[in-house]
């Protein structure tokens, strides 16, 4: 009777994952592992809202196998001399997992696959969590992509077309003494300020397929427009469940396509521009597969000699707490600290003040994002900082400045979605809140910081920075 364990990681589901159904196929016994080590990930351990996040999709994942009489086996300390003292005890001969693809984690597996297999273990490593792994596509040259059309040319052209796997069950599932409480890993807030997290959401793969559902049913047929629209839900919201693999772009994938082909003709949702988002996130894993470098360090080089201006605590402080006197920019902070997320609009938006307007640079909002979204993705979150900051690959150059006020005005023209993160101000007209600096005394009145930069002004020395660094 052979036995097999199955370490999960960020592939937290039953349905659609590869490691699963190879070991339940393979062998009589299998015992669901998942091993708690943080440190392994450094310099990019789990943020504060990534660890609220993990703790309950834990326990979502542990009641989905225990409605299959199963559990899953919790131990925290280094995996290696977990996984060996799990093969001792269970007798296990192999060990399956899903690949991961960020530079601490690929470095990390290759070690614990080597060292498995001089103990005699068998390893086998899947591909679980992306529609392409980032080594299997490549320009004519030969090289990596560095832009996003043509990579996304080259991915739609293959997108696979097998159906995603079943719910994996075991001949046997294996159960062993001494599992950790989900509560022992110490993943909730001593002091509880995760009250909006779980307002918002429902972690586990059951939350996940209720969010793709609804998109399914209404958004995705004006997701074109309606993902530029902060105040609506015309976004999927499914991105903290990809990243820790409560559902993947195959199943989204087949559901968007089986809905949309039921339907009539001429209601049929384009369903191109989100499969192109999903897109963007496969092209992210790609640049990080190519270029470990980029979570620190600048992707296009020249930015290295880039005029950033001191870091300023205080400054940053206004910016995280949303105190900056800017109200879109304000109302993003606000939604990402309450809820563990930020419509991808104004991302870009308190992205831009930030790199631009004030001047910090990148690597400051890419760690307090990393800390504070629920969705927070090595991969995703380099890409996107880079990308507003013009220092990254096929970024938005950058001389393009958002202004947040006629962002506001085009994309919140009723100002709800501000009004909805900055109470104080919800008696007022929109137009006022579209233009703010010009109705300081009027916001101040109701308790509003003053702006803390001009933008025009910020944004004329941005450029003259710019300036400086394109004249090398």
């Known amino acids: 009777m052979s036995t097999a364990l199955v370490l999960f990681r960020r592939d937290l589901r039953l349905a659609d994952n590869p490691a699963l ?9 299998v015992l669901p592992v998942y091993i708690h080590a943080p440190d392994e990930d450094a310099p990019w351990a789990p943020g504060a809202a990534s660890r609220w996040w993990l703790h309950h999709a834990l326990e979502a994942l542990r ?15 280094s995996t290696l001399d977990q996984l060996r003292d799990l093969v001792r005890a269970t007798g296990a001969t192999a060990i399956h997992w899903n690949r991961r693809y960020e530079p601490a984690g690929i470095a990390s597996d290759t070690a614990l696959k080597a060292a498995l297999r001089q103990d005699g273990i068998e ?6 969590n992306l529609w392409h792994e980032p080594w299997t596509l490549a320009t004519d040259a030969g090289q990596p992509y560095r832009v996003f059309t043509p990579f996304w040319r080259k991915q739609r052209s293959q997108l696979p077309d097998a159906a995603p796997l079943p719910v994996a069950r075991a001949r046997d599932w294996l159960q062993l003494p001494g599992s950790l409480p989900t509560a022992a890993l110490g993943l909730l807030p001593t002091i509880r300020w995760d009250t909006g997290l779980a307002e918002a959401w429902t972690p586990g793969e059951a939350g996940a397929r209720e969010l793709l559902d609804i998109f399914a049913d209404d958004a995705v047929s004006d997701y074109a427009k309606g993902r530029d629209l902060p105040a609506r839900h015309g976004t999927s919201r499914l991105s903290p469940h990809l990243h820790f693999g409560e559902i993947t772009p195959r199943q ?11 339907a009539d003709a001429r209601q049929r949702p384009d369903l191109e521009p989100y499969l192109r988002e999903l897109g963007w996130r496969e092209f992210a894993h790609h640049l990080l597969f190519h270029f470990p470098q980029t979570p620190e360090a600048n992707f296009n080089p020249r930015f290295d000699g880039f005029p950033w201006a001191p870091a300023d605590d205080a ?3 206004r910016w995280q707490q949303g105190r900056t006197g800017i109200p879109l920019v304000d109302a993003g902070m606000r939604e990402l600290w309450h809820t563990g997320w930020m419509h991808n609009r104004v991302r870009m938006v308190v992205a831009s003040f930030l790199t631009k307007n004030l001047r910090q640079h990148w690597l400051h909002g890419a760690r307090w994002f990393w800390d504070t979204l629920v969705d927070a993705d ?8 880079q990308w507003v900051a013009g ?13 947040p006020h006629l962002q506001a005005a085009k994309f919140d023209p009723d100002a709800a979605y501000i009004k909805r993160w900055l109470p104080e101000l919800a ?22 910081p003053a702006p803390m930069v001009d933008l025009g002004a910020s944004r004329d020395a941005a450029l003259a920075a710019w300036g400086t660094l394109a004249k090398e």
């Open 391 to 403: 220092c990254g690959a096929d970024a938005a150059p950058y001389f393009r400045v958002f202004n």
């Open 378 to 385: 090595l991969a995703s979150n380099t890409l996107g900082w």
């Open 123 to 128: 390893v086998h490593s899947h591909a679980g």
């Open 21 to 29: 159904t190879a070991a339940c196929a393979a062998h009589d016994r």
């Open 63 to 77: 009641a989905q196998l225990a409605a299959q009489g199963a559990d899953l086996h919790l131990r925290a300390g």
């Open 315 to 317: 400054l940053l402080a």
């Open 252 to 262: 989204i994938q087949r559901v968007l396509q089986d809905r949309a082909s039921g």
């Open 427 to 448: 008696p007022l007209p929109a137009k006022v809140l579209h233009e703010a600096g010009k109705h300081s005394a009027l916001l101040a009145a109701r308790g509003y």
